[in-house]
């Protein structure tokens, strides 16, 4: 027969510490949950017919908005493939080496595989004050909506 297990009360003290540990977290820079800058161009905006461009949505989500600037999204289809394109600007005065993930969706919001299957992704440096001006094309015929996340991928080392 196993021996019966023994009860400790928990103290109100830790009580309180085990309610406090969030805000103990914050407070000493826990991870960055930040919301996004999110910019976005409409393609009914621009083409309020029913030209190709239209039904087009791209979406930027800036994880960098302090340092980083987006500007000038356009978008255009050619061939049945969606082309996006948009501008970043390093506003720091270090170099910022930052990540930028695409995903491609169809009219129905189903997600394209990459090309080279996995993800779509890429890293660049910006020195300070520099700009830098991203095109990519989707991956297939069928992609109408862009999202691309731009992250921080850590120190530069150059």
């Known amino acids: 027969m196993s021996?019966?297990?023994?009860r400790r009360?928990?103290?109100?003290?830790?009580a309180l510490s085990l309610a406090?540990?969030?805000?103990?977290?914050?407070a000493c820079g826990g991870p960055d949950v930040s919301e996004p800058d999110v910019i976005r161009f409409e393609g009914e905006d621009h083409d309020p017919g029913e030209g190709p461009v239209a039904d087009v949505r791209?979406?930027?989500r800036n994880f960098v908005d302090d340092e980083i600037e987006v500007e000038d999204i356009v978008a255009a289809i050619?061939?049945?493939?969606?082309?996006?394109?948009?501008?970043?600007?390093?506003d720091t005065e270090e170099a910022m080496r930052?990540?930028?993930?695409?995903?491609?969706?169809?009219?129905?919001?189903?997600?394209?595989r990459a090309a080279a299957g996995g993800r779509d992704a890429q890293d660049l440096v910006l020195s300070p004050g520099?700009?830098?001006?991203?095109?990519?094309?989707?991956?297939?015929?069928?992609?109408?909506?862009?999202?691309?996340?731009?992250?921080?991928?850590?120190?530069?080392?150059?």
């Open 58 to 60: 791209v979406e930027v």
């Open 98 to 112: 930052l990540e930028v993930e695409w995903t491609w969706l169809d009219a129905d919001g189903i997600a394209l």
């Open 3 to 6: 021996a019966p297990l023994s």
């Open 9 to 14: 009360r928990a103290s109100p003290g830790a």
């Open 78 to 90: 050619r061939d049945g493939r969606l082309s996006a394109q948009f501008r970043l600007v390093n």
């Open 20 to 26: 406090a540990l969030p805000l103990l977290l914050f």
């Open 130 to 158: 520099e700009e830098h001006v991203l095109t990519r094309t989707s991956p297939r015929p069928g992609a109408v909506r862009v999202s691309a996340a731009v992250r921080d991928a850590g120190p530069q080392h150059r």
